[in-house]
Nanobody, 114 residues
């Protein structure tokens, strides 16, 4: 399983950004996927998950500004973030569980300046 997140960068507060996770060496459409983030000095936290059929779930603090989606034809997972805030500064990673093993992709850093 290979997962690679991209799309991060330095953003101004209030901006929007969409992250992409490219998946390979996996039957992408068969697996639930998730986005996590880890802010500096903090524990990794779940942002949202999406089932193989497209059902979504969000952590409560993320519901209003984050949207997870997927394109199974492109083996791609997305995270759209709106109204970015400095507290959103973190490394964002995608993840999935295959045969009981959790796989993590290389994350992408999002830095939000005020």
């Amino acid at each position: 399983v290979q997962l690679q997140a991209s799309g991060g960068g330095l953003m101004q507060a209030g901006a929007s950004l969409t992250l992409t996770c490219a998946a390979s060496r996996i039957m992408f459409g068969a697996y639930d996927m998730a986005w996590y983030r880890q802010a500096p000095g903090k524990q990794r936290e779940l942002i949202a998950s999406i089932s193989s059929s497209g059902e979504t779930n969000y952590s409560d603090p993320m519901k209003s500004r984050f949207t997870i989606s997927r394109d199974n034809a492109k083996n791609a997972l997305y995270l759209h973030m709106s109204i970015l805030k400095p507290k959103d500064t973190a490394v964002y990673s995608c993840s999935t569980v295959v045969r009981g093993v959790r796989h993590w992709g290389q994350g992408t850093l999002v830095t939000v300046s005020s």
